[in-house]
């Protein structure tokens, strides 16, 4: 059954067929209306859930955390300030191996404050072991959910999922959905029932001090599992695809990439105005591809070295920048081909931060620089008269 | 025919703040009101006032008025403003504050503001709910009231703001109404001028989603039920008890004294630090 609805509520009706056990969050723009329709799923009775609407997003984070050492299901979701203040927490979920899943409706951070999309948030917590998904459109957010949780629960993994969603551009955007049904949901996604849970039958201790002689190897663990994780999210996704007959790609997606000289690397939705660009420049005779990333973390390497050996010209757009480096997505993909038999040259471009606007024109601007020499970290539409002196 | 512009406006930002993002009928713009006349009552160098604030709608107060003011991270601003006080005692500093950014992200820096006695004067704009992110539930929602994330009825009870602060330690307590708005200006002066923490709690309203939500009607239906059923505190001593039943108090509620704590801090300072000329000796 296909319903135009709102992003957000696309989300939540995925989340409801997850069967979370416990749910907790606390508001703030634009996740609000994920909580506002899941706290109405709860409180009519149509989700068997617990919903706790918490003091911050430490608290929420925390609650999952909790939650999760029992054995339940556990789901949050926020953004930009209220992700970076559960920062803390997050790393000890991933640390703990508990595999919730977060939604992040990704903003722009403060200082200035800004509420409105770029991925700023998500890329500063890149290194807390989280698997990191991008979606670029509501279809496929919504489907995300049920990936992560399977991709996260899977005992060879067990590790906490987020899922990405542009903030404004897609939660508050409404577009017709496919609804996924229970039956086959729960056929997708059996309960979770962890090996190791607090239980008083089998009392356990979790999150103990570690010292220095075997630290490490907890570390190691968690590099590994990640990287086990490669394979699960595109296993998952094939058998997504023979559940709901849906497939938006495994780590990666590539869009017509056949013979493309330029080939633009992105995240999420902008990703959808490129296609239309690539579109329009392949029709004019140009071979343009786009090549989407899913997956950020694990870092799908190799399977983004085989997409663009061939390529002559990278250009990879980001909403975010490691301040003082460079664009992050930029910086792993140069690393993903330093080495390598083929060399394509690679420009970077930050674009679209504090929600400015990434209109065609300006993709299209990118695509000739990129073409034309090597950019650095471009900061794409700058207003000049707006830089001032200092 | 010579326009005299009322004393608020020549405190305004006027040319490059506005409009505000307040909805029309908002009891946010009365409470600010009420601030700017106290601090004109007191006399108060405009350039000695450092207003701090966190986010929500009441946190957006500073970036309208034309003070020192700092706008910093949701439920922060008692500690960002510690650190401004601490560093320069010399300004006034007033933070402005809502129920969910002082009492539910921010309700540990506020019990520990409060128990710290740091010559800070904090007014608490209480509108029972997360006006700017749309009418969640608020650690100050009535229990049984509805939010957008309590449908149903809140099952949670919610803070005695006043109490709260006393028991933390806060030196001076008082409660207003935006519908009371001249005891409002009398009390939010008296709590610039006391030396240690004072806390005012401005019960306002947000008919744009709260009131939507509970039915209470429009701003001014809001502004009627705050009319009756705030009682001053004078006059509740002479009240039975049954005659204050649903009601609140007004007025000082709380005033005592203690040392406060950037003044301890310096005696501190004055009792231990070595004096230049010795410290050059024992080198
Ligand atoms: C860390 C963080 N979490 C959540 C938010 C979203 N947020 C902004 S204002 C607000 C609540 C404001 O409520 P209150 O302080 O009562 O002020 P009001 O808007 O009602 O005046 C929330 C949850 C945020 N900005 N930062
Ligand atoms: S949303 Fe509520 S609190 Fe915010 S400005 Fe409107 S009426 Fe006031």
């Known amino acids: ?390 | 025919m010579e326009i005299i512009p009322a004393v608020t406006y020549t405190y305004l930002r006027s040319k490059k703040k506005f409009p505000n993002v307040w909805c029309a009928g908002c009891g946010i713009g009365i409470a600010l009101g009420a601030i700017i006349r106290a601090i004109d009552n007191l006399k108060l160098d405009r350039n000695d006032v450092a207003m701090v604030s966190g986010i929500g709608c009441s946190s957006r107060m500073p970036v309208y008025v034309d003070f020192n003011t700092l706008h910093t991270t949701h439920g922060r601003a008692l500690a960002f403003a510690t650190g401004v006080k601490l560093a320069n005692p010399k300004l006034k500093v007033i933070v402005i504050t809502g129920d969910g950014d002082g009492l539910a992200i921010g309700g540990n820096h506020f019990i520990h503001t409060c128990r710290r006695n740091i010559d800070i004067t904090t007014i608490l704009i209480n509108n029972s709910t997360y006006g700017m992110t749309g009418g969640q539930y608020s650690p100050t929602t009535p229990f049984m009231k509805i939010g957008t994330t309590a449908p149903y009825g809140n099952r949670e009870r919610d803070f005695d703001i006043c109490n709260l602060a006393k028991s933390a330690g806060a030196t001076f307590v008082a409660r207003g109404t935006v519908y009371h708005v001249t005891l409002l200006e009398k009390i939010v002066q008296q709590a610039i001028l006391k030396k240690g923490f004072s806390l005012v709690e401005v019960i306002s309203h947000c008919h744009t989603f709260y009131g939507r939500l509970n039915k209470e009607g429009t701003a001014v239906k809001m502004m009627e039920w705050q009319k009756e059923h705030a009682i001053p505190i004078q006059a509740a001593a002479k009240l039975p008890p049954e005659k204050l039943k649903d009601k609140f108090l007004i007025g000082t509620l709380w005033d005592v004294d203690f040392p406060e704590y950037c003044e301890e801090y310096d005696k501190v300072i004055a009792q231990f630090q070595v004096p230049p000329e010795d410290s050059e000796g024992k080198k």
């Open chain 1, 1 to 390: 059954m296909k319903k135009v609805i709102e992003g957000s509520m696309a989300v939540a009706e995925a989340v409801k067929v997850c069967r979370p056990h416990v749910i907790s969050a606390y508001p703030i723009t634009p996740q609000t209306h994920i909580v506002e329709n899941l706290s109405q799923f709860v409180a009519d009775g149509d989700l068997k859930s617990q919903f706790v609407n918490v003091e911050s997003e430490f608290g929420a984070a925390s609650v999952i955390l909790g939650a999760s050492a029992t054995g339940a299901r556990a789901y949050s979701t926020t953004t930009s300030q209220g992700l970076l203040l559960m920062t803390e927490v997050l790393f000890n979920i991933a640390g703990l191996r508990f595999p919730v899943v977060i939604t992040c409706t990704n903003r722009a951070v403060s200082a200035p404050i800004n509420i409105w999309n770029d991925q700023q948030d998500v890329m500063t917590i890149r290194d807390s072991g989280w698997i990191l998904l991008f979606a670029e459109d509501n279809q496929e957010a919504a489907d995300m959910h049920l990936q992560a949780f399977k991709i996260g629960e899977h005992p060879e993994i067990m590790l906490p999922v987020m899922v990405n969603m542009d903030g404004f551009i897609l939660t508050h955007a409404f577009e017709p959905i496919e609804f996924i049904d229970q039956k086959m949901a729960d056929e997708f996604l059996p309960p979770y029932k962890p090996e190791l849970y607090l239980t008083t039958k089998n009392p356990l201790t979790f999150g103990i001090l570690a010292e220095p002689d075997w630290y490490m190897e907890t570390r190691y663990r968690l590099q590994k599992a990640i990287e086990a994780s490669s394979d699960m999210i595109e296993e998952v996704a094939d058998q997504f695809k023979k559940t709901f007959g849906r497939y938006q790609g495994g780590l990666v997606e590539k869009y017509r990439l056949d013979g493309a000289e330029t080939v633009i690397v992105s995240m999420g939705s902008v990703v959808g105005t490129i296609k239309e660009v690539a579109d329009e420049l392949r029709d004019k005779g140009k071979k343009v591809g786009v090549l989407k990333i899913r997956a950020f973390r694990p870092f799908p390497k190799e399977a983004i070295y085989d997409a663009l050996k061939n390529v002559k010209n990278v250009i990879v757009m980001e909403k975010a920048i490691s301040l003082g480096a460079t664009g992050i997505l930029y910086d792993e993909i140069k690393a993903a081909l330093y080495g390598k038999p083929s060399q394509p040259k690679i420009s970077g471009f930050i674009a679209g931060l504090g929600g400015r606007d990434i209109p065609k024109e300006s993709i299209m601007k990118v695509i000739e620089k990129g073409e034309a020499g090597i950019s650095d970290n471009v900061f794409v539409d700058l207003k000049e008269n707006l830089i001032g002196g200092k």
